[in-house]
Every structure is written in C-alpha cells, then in structure tokens.
C-alpha cells in the first residue's frame, strides 16, 4: 500500500476513535478518557502511519498519561477575541510538504481561572478549527513546543454541547484529551505550534506527558 493510503486510514481511525469517545463522554468523560488512550495507543504501536520512529517502536508500552481530572473539562462557547489583545490575528506556518499553512484567529476559549486558549481556523483547503495548548510544564513534563486540544481538520474533535441560558452551541474542551503533535516523536514532521495566545501560566500534568523523558 502507497504510504498516502496509509495516512488517509490513519485518519479515518482518528476520527472513528474521537466519534465513540464523544458518545460515551456525554456521561462518562473518564470512561472516554480511557477509550481514547488505549485506541490512541494502539495506533502509535501497531499502525504503518504511526509517527514514533521504528527503533521507538520496539519499546513502546504507551504514551506517559496523566491522571484523568474532571475540573479539566470545560464546555465554553467560542467568545470574541478583545482588540487589545496581544499576539497576532494571523499565523502562517511553514511547513516541509505543504508549503505555508495559514490560520486567522477567530474567537477565544476562557478555561475558568486556568486562563485562555485561542481558536484558530484553517484558511486553506478543507477548513477546520484548531486550539493548540503549552503550560508552565512545558519542557521537562509536556512537549516543549506546546501540544493539541482541538484540530477538526484531523478529526481531534470533542464537539459542542449548549452552555445554560445561552443558546450559542460551545465547545467541549477537555484538557485531558491534549495530545503530542507528530513532531513530538519524529523531527522529520513540521507541525504548529502554541503561539502566545495558547500558552497557560500553569502547569498541566495531565493528557500525553513528553514521550521522551
């Protein structure tokens, strides 16, 4: 099989494994934490797109996981962005293969007293939105460059639930569910990374941990 058929299979089990986890998280958010790191798991060990490199595979039991904490589950609606704010209203990322991948911040995410995360959306073919999240444990505990919450375009999509008294949909956005981008395991991929308005001034020992201690 071409290795581009591999990565279109890949995503379809990505966006199968987040279609079961959004059930079950409707009533039992750690039961869905669980489904989601044993599927994710057994993508990065046994499938031919998995990012870890081959000498990693052999020895891989797991990506280290925080403990599943349910005050890290948020249902927030997408709120305008102050025009005071800082950081850019554009991101363009350069990437190896695709050239420059363009994003246009479109709203904000407020996480209780945790802090902010942006939203940005995909300006470019297929669309999607996209919430890149890097905490004070960056480094020594998380991956240094940052890790994702939310990226529709691959199918990393907890969905929306309505916020009381307000009849805007929201986003359910749980910090558990933050995953280490493919470049955390192989450099030859480029991915984004969490600009400033995505970094929290906390640390967050929870979701994917480094992978390489």
Known sequence: ???????????????????????????????????????????????????????????????????YDPALRF???????????DGAARLDVPTGTDGVVPFERVGRLVLGDLGSLDVWALRSYGGGL????????????????GRYLLDTIKGADLGSARVPDDAAAALVVDLNFAYNPSCAYDPAWACPLAPPGNVLPVELACGELVAHP
């Open 1 to 67: 099989m071409i290795p581009e058929l591999h990565v279109v299979d890949w995503r379809r089990r990505v966006q199968a494994l987040y279609a079961s986890v959004r059930d079950l998280a409707a009533h039992d958010p750690a039961s869905a934490h669980a489904t989601w790191v044993a599927g994710r798991d057994d993508l990065m060990a046994h499938h031919p797109a998995s990012p870890l490199l081959p000498e990693d595979r052999e020895s891989f039991t797991g990506v280290p996981m925080g403990a």
């Open 130 to 145: 996209f919430v890149p999240v890097k905490d004070a444990g960056a480094g020594p505990t998380t991956y240094g460059g």
């Open 75 to 85: 249902e927030t609606p997408v709120e305008p962005v102050p025009e005071d704010a």
